[in-house]
């Protein structure tokens, strides 16, 4: 799966959760540019992710991540395991 | 942070939470941007009061907050991948919370900061002193089920109340609530007792609160028409518990607010005002559709 098809199945999900948010979905994102994104939404993200790709993360892999991207890399990886 | 500088003892313990939980810095400082000067005006009031309780255990009382934050996210995940709280009994909790004292203490030192950090709690406690004291009986008898850190029966003890009352089925929970009002300098004095409500003695209340019990229950209801037992008729009661909002001992979820101001109907209370306080002081809307959590309060007249 490549990245540009996981950033197309999270956007949708992480408008949802963070609706205040409205520039660019993409790898630099963090949360210091979401106000919404904090660490309860950061679980429903992660959570929603998993539902959606059939993946489980260990909260402890997903935690102190510094941008989105390593999260859709994390996805990646997952997925090609 | 700036809009703290005015009242230095929320300033210190702002500081003082960072320092041992610097992961916390964005959420601390959204908590404080998002909110008005009025609010931060009140929670500086509450600042005072949980200092005063915290005595020389500042640090560690900060510290064991970080380590509640760590626990409410495990229950989180489970939450939001379930759709369940992780227990369901009484046993349960009793079991791996209420009988570990280690655990139980940090627990509380914990939930005593949230009462700062988080603005649905400290929104509760403003609303209680505001909005429910004024209606209570002039020199009349109030009772708290579950006082916990006693912030509320401080409260309840400045008001117009005659005597007031404090009942836990924990000697350690009430030996927490009296060390605390002593270190707040209550004047008036505060019975605290311990009775399980399920045996409760036939006394009669004008006015009574139940703040964050409703969840731990196995059988809330009951509980509630209990509690309408012993009050007064035209007494009013308190009721505050959240929705959706797991945490190391709940057991009851409501999925909504509607869930306890209809139970609170149902025992026998006419409704009187309800108010819901978002966790995060996000929208209601919002924390309806995202099943956020809810602080409810509901209060409600004896009939």
């Given at each position: 799966m490549t990245n540009e098809a996981i950033y197309a199945e999270i956007e949708p999900v992480f408008r949802e959760l963070f609706d205040d948010y409205e520039g660019p979905v993409n790898a630099e994102l963090t949360g210091n540019d979401v106000d919404q994104w904090d660490s309860l939404g950061h679980v429903q993200l992660v959570v929603s992710i998993e539902q959606i790709f059939g993946v489980r993360f260990d909260p402890q892999e997903v935690t102190d991540l510094p941008n989105l991207g390593a999260l859709v890399d994390l996805i990646a990886a997952k997925k090609s395991g | 942070m700036n809009k703290l500088e005015a009242y230095p003892t929320l300033s210190r313990l702002y500081d003082l939470q960072l320092e041992v939980f610097p992961a916390h810095e964005d959420f601390l400082k959204r908590r404080f941007e998002n909110s008005s000067d009025e609010h931060i005006g009140e929670v500086a009031q509450l600042a005072e009061i949980v200092e005063r309780i915290a005595g020389y255990n500042l640090r560690v009382i900060a510290e064991d907050y970080a380590w509640l934050t760590d626990r409410m996210l495990e229950e989180e995940y489970h939450f939001r991948r379930t759709?369940?709280?992780?227990l369901s009994t009484f046993e349960e909790a009793e079991r791996?919370?209420?009988?570990d004292p280690v655990f139980m203490q940090k627990y509380m030192n914990g939930v005593l900061l949230s009462h700062l950090w988080w603005g649905n709690h400290s929104r509760v406690i403003v609303y209680f002193r505001r909005q429910f004291l004024p209606l209570i009986r002039e020199g009349g008898s109030h009772l708290e089920v579950g006082p916990g850190h006693g912030l509320l029966l401080y409260l309840a003890a400045q008001s117009q109340a005659g005597s007031v009352t404090g009942w836990d089925v924990s000697e350690t929970s009430l030996k927490n609530t009296r060390n605390a009002l002593q270190a707040m300098g209550v004047e008036k004095p505060i019975a605290l007792e311990a009775h399980n409500i399920v045996n409760a003695p036939s006394q009669k209340f004008d006015s009574l609160t139940f703040s964050e019990v409703l969840e731990h229950l196995e059988e809330p209801l009951e509980a509630l028409k209990i509690l309408r037992s012993l009050l007064n008729e035209g007494g009013k009661i308190f009721v505050h518990a959240p929705v959706n909002s797991p945490a190391?001992?709940?057991?009851?979820?409501?999925?909504?607010?509607e869930a306890i101001i209809d139970m609170v109907e149902q025992a026998g209370f006419k409704i009187e005002k309800t108010e819901c306080f978002p966790g995060m002081d996000a929208p209601i809307d919002r924390a309806r559709k995202l099943k956020l959590t809810i602080s409810t309060i509901v209060v409600g007249t004896a009939i």
């Open positions: - | 759709g369940k709280y992780r791996t919370v209420y009988a190391p001992d709940h057991i009851y979820l409501f999925e909504d607010p």
